[in-house]
């Protein structure tokens, strides 16, 4: 899970091959095409309508994404967007850049938690391309959590424009913060199942049992994270047998 106070990147190289928008007549405006992180039980919503933007109700939660908007008489547009799990917005808008069908386009985003800035820099055919400015997070942006990438196909739901594109995307990398939980063993001490792992700050750990993994119960209390090694016991035992394992979770 991805929130404000992780350093991440992704690149890729995208071609597209055609791509038009207006192809809906009630919807003649521009439409993004979209690659980026999300939220993915956010994204499967029946509310979840990228289109349209700003909206208590229906509006997009928890995405870190590169958009293009192809030209429908402003400029094509290229904008790297953030949105907050409560679906505030951080963009920017770089126009007129647009890409080409048959460029081949690399993409490169690159969040950074101390500054709270993301970045994109671009090229064309290995040629620079750009330059896409900075979009830096406010004071008032509260936070994302985000677990997913997706080559994104919006519906175009609430929006006032559509699109349709076909293309290519070849050399994704993702760069990721290490994981919640590492080195994790467990063990029985004095007829008590204690675990150990490496933490880290930011995290909320706690132990769980289960004797059929379906129904799964708390047996320790939620622990802070901090860096170095964690310690957690299954304080009431119930002495047939059971199964483990441990849950991180944000506060």
Avoid: C
């Avoid at 677990?147 to 994704?172: E, H, Q, T």
């Amino acid at each position: 899970m991805l929130t404000k106070n992780n350093d991440f990147r992704l690149a890729f190289d995208l071609q597209l091959g055609d791509i038009a928008v207006g192809v809906n007549s009630d919807k003649p405006s521009t439409f993004e095409l979209a690659v980026g992180f999300l939220n993915f039980s956010d994204a499967v919503k029946t509310n979840f309508e990228r289109g349209t933007g700003v909206n208590a109700m229906d509006g997009p939660r928890n995405l870190v994404e590169f958009d293009y908007f192809p030209d429908s008489g402003f400029g094509a547009t290229i904008s790297p967007t953030l949105v907050s799990s409560n679906n505030q917005f951080a963009a920017g808008f770089d126009f007129p850049f647009e890409l080409t069908p048959g460029d081949w386009f690399h993409i490169a985003m690159s969040y950074t938690a101390s500054n709270r800035t993301l970045s994109t820099v671009m090229t064309r055919n290995g040629q620079p391309f750009g330059p896409v400015h900075d979009v830096k997070l406010g004071d008032s942006f509260t936070d994302f959590r985000l677990d997913a990438v997706a080559i994104n196909s919006y519906s175009d739901a609430g929006a006032d424009g559509s699109i349709f594109a076909r293309g290519k995307v070849d050399n994704l990398v993702l760069t990721l913060p290490d994981p919640p939980i590492l080195g994790l063993t467990g063990r029985l001490t004095n007829n008590t199942w204690q675990v150990q792992f490496a933490g880290r700050p930011g995290w909320l750990y706690t132990l769980e049992r289960t004797q059929d993994f379906r129904l799964w119960s708390d047996v320790s209390t939620e622990t802070p994270g901090e860096e170095g090694e964690h310690f957690l016991s299954d304080t009431n035992a119930s002495g047939v047998e059971a199964f483990y394992r441990v849950r991180a979770e944000r506060p």
